[in-house]
């Protein structure tokens, strides 16, 4: 099992920036990938960024060059700094971990409980 706390959300106005914390701990060897989902009221969870083992990193489109995913192997950290932060990223941010497990192998989600993030003036 892998336990994900995250912290750091809030409300900012537009323009703002925000950093969001996961902290991950339990059996964390063997995680593939950590990122950030959000989900918006009405719409489905999208995948935000996203930082592989090997230190990787793949972005949607609308936060390209906004937000920068970010981990600390030392503190099994991951971090999400968002700049330029606009209404539409309202949202709750997920942090998520996945390992593969067994022999065929099948992939594990692990979600931590959501941080609010409200981007308004």
């Known amino acids: 099992q892998v336990q994900l706390v995250e912290s750091g959300g809030g409300l900012v106005q537009p323009g703002g920036s925000l950093r969001l914390s996961c902290a991950a701990s339990g059996s964390i060897s063997s995680i593939n990938a950590m990122g950030w989902y959000r989900q918006a009221p009405g719409k489905q969870r999208e995948m935000v960024a996203v930082i592989g083992r090997g230190g990787n990193t793949n972005y949607a489109d609308s936060v390209k060059g906004r937000f920068t995913i970010s981990r600390d192997n030392a503190k099994n950290t991951v971090y999400l700094q968002m700049n330029s932060l606009e209404p539409e990223d309202t949202a709750v941010y997920y942090c998520?971990?996945?390992?593969?497990?067994?022999?065929?192998?099948?992939?594990?989600?692990?979600w931590g409980q959501g941080t609010q993030v409200t981007v308004s003036s």
């Open positions: 998520n971990a996945y390992k593969y497990v067994g022999y065929l192998p099948t992939r594990e989600d692990y």
